[in-house]
């Protein structure tokens, strides 16, 4: 009884981490970064990744993974991302391999979580509106080690994933369409000036 007490408040506090990384973050990218960081709290696995779609929501472009403590981009992600076959995932199901050793052609996800001598993953969709939005991964060294138990604490820490990134993205749109409009008002402002500045030259013409 004292082993689950403990364990349940252990999964509130960090989940209230995650919470606070989020809030802190400044970007996609950072929510992502501060939510894997106390992720991997939750689970017993070393690495994690989160896929996202760009800012048109019609091609993954961005993976952020992290392992041994560190947290990073993936150059040329893109490449990675598009050998994936997402069927699985756009039906709002888990895409689950217990052991990349087995898979006669491995992708190009499946190659790079090789070279960190991952054998089982897992990717979780990211979902808001109805679309995807990306997905969380989770991978283990160990072939055949995800339990249901992981899958329910990452599909909690997707779900919250998938509304931050979101808000996030609404909130880069709302300030940019704010500085075009502050932009647009100085151009209008400045043309208005030329005009009064032209008919003043003007009326110093027909006066002379």
Do not use: C
């Amino acid at each position: 009884m004292e082993d689950e007490l403990r364990d349940y408040t252990h999964r509130l506090e960090t989940f209230r981490a995650i919470d606070q990384a989020i809030l802190t973050a400044q970007s996609s990218v950072s929510i992502v970064e501060g939510a894997l960081e106390h992720f991997l709290e939750l689970v017993p696995f070393r690495w994690a990744g989160v896929a996202i779609v760009n800012d048109n929501n019609d091609e993954l472009s961005t993976l952020v993974i992290r392992e041994e403590g560190r947290s990073k981009l993936v150059p040329n992600a893109f490449t990675v991302l598009n050998s994936l076959d997402l069927a699985p995932l756009m039906e709002g199901k888990p895409y689950m391999v217990g052991d990349i050793a087995q898979v006669a052609h491995p992708n190009r996800l499946e190659l790079l979580l090789q070279k960190s001598s991952l054998h089982t993953y897992v990717l979780l969709p990211l979902f808001i509106h109805g679309g995807l939005l990306g997905f969380l991964a989770l991978a283990s060294r160990v072939p055949n080690t995800i339990e249901p138990d992981h899958l329910t604490i990452a599909n909690e820490v997707a779900d919250l994933l998938s509304v931050a990134i979101i808000q996030a993205r609404n909130l880069s749109q709302s300030q940019h369409r704010a500085t075009e409009l502050e932009i647009l008002a100085q151009v209008s402002i400045a043309f208005r000036q030329i005009e009064n500045y032209s008919e003043m030259l003007q009326a110093i013409v027909e006066q002379t």
